[in-house]
Each structure stands twice: as structure tokens, then as C-alpha cells.
């Protein structure tokens, strides 16, 4: 068959939040129509879906936190609130005929590679023939339990932020939370206010940077409505902040980090007057080695009259409570689990093999990498959107899933007019990225003495090294020479099972 005309390929795109929402727009956009939605949920919103845990807010102010083709006027804070990104999702989503061809309730179970295509069985026994996969799945969707004796043994009730039960009623009840990072700080900011007593159990204390919420108000709002350029320019203005004063101190050091520092610990001091509680709210490690907390209120929290912060260590949890290893014993009425992700699932647990059969637990047993971060070696035409190494470090992942969605359309461009008969970065190049990414980590706070999210099972930070400007230029082009330029046919037989559209 000749290739001389535009081919037009069936893609299934996984996940319907925010990156899922924006892949089905930008692919419609490149006259792409056979598109495949498919969400393991009820409806789409992603992670804003899942987490509505009391206080839940983007740490990332609101105005930056949207797409760049439609702003939001309609912001109620400056840090936006779950429920009104969540509502904002929806809106996009519907607007841009998005909602319409998701498939709802139904997540992949198989995903195989062969042929020249990919082999797609969902959890409702469907089967799709796809010629390109895109995994919008996200990075902080698999809650971590924390493998503490005794968990399963307590009687009261019990529950991760990310599954909140909202049917438990907290006022007056003695509550404990597990856990001091961004989530749990917007929780206990939160629910000190009504708890008979809240107990905080840290095992690593947080910096924290004080950054005062706004509320816009009516006038606020009117002044944005219909008035896409000028919610434009008040994106770009919080992006310019965070990416030269927040982003550049944690990945370049120098005055920057010195003064990120010097803000930081003295919003501790200003805040926390006691010294015995300051010395144990103050952290033994360099300032953004862990995810920074931006709050202007968990110190005080903390310093409620009903609150407790208990350091001394979890030593067991009973059916009553949690016994500490200096011998307390903390007697509960609810217990929140605020213990983060397994931020290296990714895909999985989904049965994924590339090709000859490799698993993705076979090509990540020794370590979690990927090309450019969307680009997996030994699995053609596949894209992991946010995968491993995107700069996702307090800014806004839509303008990062922006950056990589543009980029995985050039290359499945290359793919429809014939330039690469399947989408595979080699090995060798996933090699020479992920070395330059090493050459690049000394430099940064990540590598500043903490334990966090951000290091894979080696202690290397799975994050970008370099500025946010260095990343969007080199992710304008593809590098053509870093893909395999031979492969099978793309021109395959008919296949019997459905084609994603």
C-alpha cells in the first residue's frame, strides 16, 4: 500500500483527568478521530476526583493551574480549592466534547504489543486494536499504606486521605493523623478546627513556606470574563514567579535556595514561638529536599490548644489507638492515614508487555526510566504522559502535560506521514538521557539528606535537573536520531476485535 497520504490512526488514550482531558482535545485538533477514552471511574477529574479530603487545595496558584487555550475567571482562591478544579475539569471536559467519548467505568486490564499494534482487554471484557496507547494515568493515584503492626487491628474508624469517609463525623472525636506532608498539612489545617483532639504523629518534619490564600471576589471575576488575553498574562506572570524564584532555588541552588531558605525558616520562627515545639517542627535537611508545603496555616494548627504533635515514633497500633515508642498510649476515635503514593506505579498494575512479550516490571526491574520522560524503549508507539523525570516539582503539571502532549503528536506526525514506521526511542538513547539527567542532580535540593517521594529505589531523584526553560526548549523537537528508524509494516492485515474510535 502506497503511504503517500496522511494516515489517520486509531489511538486509545488511558485516563480521563486532567492529561487524559487534554490529549483527547489536542488529538482532535490534529484531525485525529479515532480516539478511545477510557476511565477506570465514574466520571473525569483524575486525581481532583479522587482527593476530597477536608482542606484538599492546588498548591499552585489557581491562575497557572488551567489550560493554556482557556482560562477559568471564575476562580474563588488563589490557590484553588478541590471542588472548583474538579468543577473546572468538568467544564473543559464537556465544553470540548471530551465527556461525550470517554467510556466510563472501565480500565485496561491487558495491553500487549504485536504486530505493529496494541491489544487491549478492559476490565468490561471489551477488546480494542490500537495503533497508538497514551497512558494518562497519573502520578499520585495508588494510595500507600503505611506497613505499620496492628493496622488492620483497630476498631474505630480508619481510612487513607485519598479514600476519605465523608460519612465520619470528626467534632469532638479523638482523631490521629499519620503524616505531615502537603496533604496532611491542608488536613490538620483543616479538621483542628472541630476535632476534640487531634493528634499528629510525625516521623520527618516539613519545611513550610508561609504563602497567604486570597479570595477573589465578584469584581475579580468580572474583570476576567470573556477576557482570554488578560487571563493569559496573569498565568504567565505566576508562572514567571514560580519558575524564577521556587523552581530555580531547587534545582540550581546559588542566592536563589539561599533566600528560598532564609524565607523559610524564618516563617518558622515568626510563627512558632515555643522553642521545644519549633525544634521538633524544624527539619534536619536542606530546604526543598522534600516537596516544599506552601501554607500560611498549619503552624497554627498545630499550635491549637486541642492539637498534639507526638515525635516520638509509632511503636504499634491497637484496637483503641496508637502506642508510641516512649511508651504512651494514644487512645482514637479515627485514625487518617495521611501516607502518600507509590508515585512509581505509574501504568501498573496493568498486564503491559512491548515487544517479544517484555513486561514493564521486566524492562523497570532494575530501574524506573524512560526517554524524555513519555518514551519507553522495547515499547513502540506507547507514550507515559508525566512518566518518570518530568519536572513536577511545585508547578503546574498542565503546563507540563502541555509541553509533552505537543511533543508525543510531532512524533505520532513522523508516524502518519510515513517518516517512522513505529514510534521507539532506542535504548541507547534512553541510556545517554538518563546519564545527562545524573550529571545534572548533584547541584540540586533534592539531594539534600531527606527521604521523599521524589527518590526511586536508589536514592536518585526521578525529577528534572534543569531549569523549566532548558526542558521546554529541549522538548520543542524531537531528536529523530534517537528513535529507531527501521520496522515492521505498518500496514497490517484486518484484524477481528474492535478498532479504538
Not at 165 to 169: G, P, T
Given at each position: 500500500m502506497a503511504i503517500n497520504t496522511v494516515k489517520n490512526p486509531a489511538v486509545v488514550v488511558i485516563g480521563a483527568g486532567m492529561t487524559g482531558i487534554l490529549m483527547g482535545i489536542k488529538l482532535r485538533e490534529a484531525g485525529i478521530d479515532q480516539v478511545t477514552i477510557l476511565e477506570k471511574a465514574d466520571k473525569v477529574g483524575g486525581t481532583w476526583r479522587e482527593n476530597t479530603y477536608p482542606g484538599v487545595a492546588c498548591d499552585v496558584p489557581a491562575h497557572m493551574y488551567t489550560y493554556s487555550f482557556q482560562g477559568n475567571p471564575e476562580w474563588r482562591h488563589r490557590f484553588a480549592h478541590g471542588d472548583e478544579i474538579q468543577a473546572y475539569f468538568e467544564k473543559i471536559s464537556g465544553e470540548y466534547g471530551i465527556t461525550g467519548r470517554v467510556r466510563f467505568n472501565e480500565s485496561v486490564d491487558q495491553c500487549h504489543y504485536r504486530d505493529g499494534q496494541w491489544y487491549l482487554t478492559t476490565s468490561k471484557g471489551n477488546e480494542l486494536v490500537a495503533d497508538f496507547v497514551i497512558a494518562a494515568t497519573g502520578i499520585l493515584h495508588h494510595p500507600a499504606y503505611p506497613d505499620i503492626q496492628g493496622l488492620d487491628s483497630f476498631t474505630g474508624a480508619l481510612f487513607h486521605t485519598a479514600r476519605w469517609?465523608?460519612?465520619?463525623?470528626l467534632r469532638g472525636k479523638r482523631v490521629g493523623i499519620i503524616g505531615t506532608g502537603s496533604t496532611a498539612a491542608q488536613v490538620i489545617s483543616e479538621i483542628s478546627k472541630t476535632a476534640g483532639h487531634l493528634t499528629i504523629f510525625q516521623r520527618t518534619p516539613q519545611w513550610v513556606l508561609g504563602v497567604p490564600d486570597k479570595i477573589y471576589g465578584e469584581h475579580d471575576k468580572a474583570r476576567l470574563r470573556g477576557n482570554q488575553p488578560l487571563m493569559d498574562k496573569l498565568r504567565e506572570r505566576y508562572a514567571w514567579l514560580m519558575r524564577n524564584t521556587f523552581t530555580e532555588a531547587v534545582s540550581s541552588g546559588g542566592w536563589r535556595h539561599a533566600l528560598l531558605s532564609w524565607r523559610v525558616k524564618?516563617?518558622?520562627?515568626?510563627?512558632?514561638?515555643?522553642?521545644?515545639?519549633?525544634?521538633?517542627?524544624?527539619?534536619?535537611?536542606?530546604?526543598g529536599c522534600k516537596r516544599l508545603i506552601f501554607s500560611s496555616t498549619f503552624y497554627a494548627a498545630v499550635q491549637r490548644p486541642n492539637v498534639t504533635l507526638e515525635t516520638a515514633g509509632i511503636e504499634r497500633i491497637s484496637a483503641s489507638g496508637v502506642a508510641t515508642r516512649d511508651g504512651a498510649d494514644h487512645q482514637l476515635d479515627v485514625l487518617v492515614l495521611a501516607t502518600g503514593?507509590?508515585?512509581?506505579?505509574?501504568?501498573?498494575?496493568m498486564d503491559l508487555t512491548g515487544r517479544g512479550g517484555l513486561s514493564i516490571d521486566q524492562a523497570w526491574s532494575r530501574k524506573v526510566q524512560a526517554y524524555r520522560s513519555v518514551c519507553l524503549p522495547g515499547f513502540p508507539n506507547f507514550f507515559l504522559m508525566l512518566g518518570p523525570n518530568s519536572p513536577v516539582g511545585n508547578y503546574s503539571v498542565i503546563a507540563m502535560s502541555e509541553v509533552q502532549g505537543d511533543y508525543v503528536l510531532k512524533l505520532i506526525d513522523q508516524w502518519r506521514q510515513g517518516q517512522l514506521q513505529e514510534v521507539e526511542a532506542t535504548e541507547e538513547a534512553k541510556t545517554r538521557f538518563n546519564d545527562y539527567l545524573k550529571q545534572g542532580m548533584g547541584?540540586?535540593?533534592?539531594?539534600?539528606?531527606?527521604q521523599s517521594w521524589y527518590l526511586d529505589a536508589d536514592g536518585v531523584p526521578a525529577l528534572w535537573p534543569y531549569s523549566w526553560n532548558q526542558w521546554v526548549r529541549e522538548m520543542a523537537e524531537p531528536v529523530m536520531d534517537d528513535f529507531h528508524r527501521a520496522g515492521p509494516a505498518w500496514c497490517m492485515p484486518g484484524q477481528p476485535a474492535e478498532k479504538a474510535a
Open positions: 469517609d465523608h460519612s465520619v463525623d524564618r516563617h518558622l520562627r515568626k510563627s512558632v514561638r515555643d522553642p521545644a515545639l519549633r525544634a521538633r517542627l524544624t527539619p534536619d535537611y536542606k530546604v503514593f507509590h508515585p512509581f506505579n505509574f501504568m501498573r498494575p547541584s540540586t535540593a533534592w539531594v539534600g539528606g531527606c
